[in-house]
């Protein structure tokens, strides 16, 4: 289904997509880099408008968030398309095609948001491919959901525009955010991007109060050095604070990253380590059984407040309003 692009300009026979921050000039009869946006009949368009080529109800801690209504469900939907380029892409054969190139069902914003509620979902996320992609339709839907008292998710790389972000942000309640590296030479290599629209993203969603999750996998001979994950750390706790929780996740050989090792559990007990000794209160290590790492503690008094295996909750005490039952102490968790 094809929607007129929300944020473009019309220069003299082409389209400048604002959505990302590629900002795409787009000339007549072509798409963009995502491949999701063309200029047609005078007009730039969405072609994956309402197009869901994912649909599934999920545990919340799979996205991973952990501190956002911790053991509900959440709606999950993605769709077609990416404007990076990964070359570890776990997701490479929805996210690297063309609309044309799989099969997609038609699910309106009503659809969506009635499934969402049927399931008895507290939220609905949109995830499985970059959500900006599919811009308009996330819009659309975030709007209703939030009408419907349904919190709003995006899993996301953190590539969108300024004015995109301006526009959404109201919308939105929760976001897991992919912080992929701390170079542009990481970017540039694995993603064809760049590194600092991501960290402005970071601090915009940080700032606009949306609550934030952060994810870093780390690959074997790429991001996985001391300076490399101090530099992540050093970030977070200087533009975002101790609190945000923060994801370490194992690297797995995939796609074209195919003939690497998988991340060895002494480089993802090293960067816990890192965080740990720089003051950061949530940190996780996913992918990989270690012995703790999946769980809440209060930061305060130590006490595990949610046990989790893998991305099931089995047991959680913490209170209404995400307050710790042994110290009292008020922790960063939405409840």
Known sequence: MKKEVLIYDKLDGAMNCKICARKCVIAEGDTGFCSMRANMD????????????????????????????????VFSIGSVGCNFRCKHCQNWNISQVDIEEIPTR?????????LTKQYGCKSIAWTYNEPTMWFEYTYDSAKLAKKEGIATIYVTNGYMSEESFEMISPHLDAANIDLKGMSDKFYKDLCQARLQPVLDNIKRFYENKIHIEITNLIIPGYNDSEEDIKALVNFMVDETGLEVPLHFTRFFPYYELGQLPPTPVESLQRAYKIAKDAGMKYVYVGNVSTGGEESTFCPECGKMVIQRNGFEVVGKEVEEKGICPACKAKLNIIT
């Not at 038609?106 to 009635?114: G, I, S």
């Open 42 to 73: 005078g007009k730039l368009c969405a072609l994956n408008y309402a197009a869901a080529s994912s649909v599934a109800v999920d545990p919340i801690e799979k996205k991973p968030l952990f501190h956002f209504y911790p053991g509900s469900t």
């Open 106 to 114: 038609e699910l309106p914003p009503e659809e969506a948001v009635r």
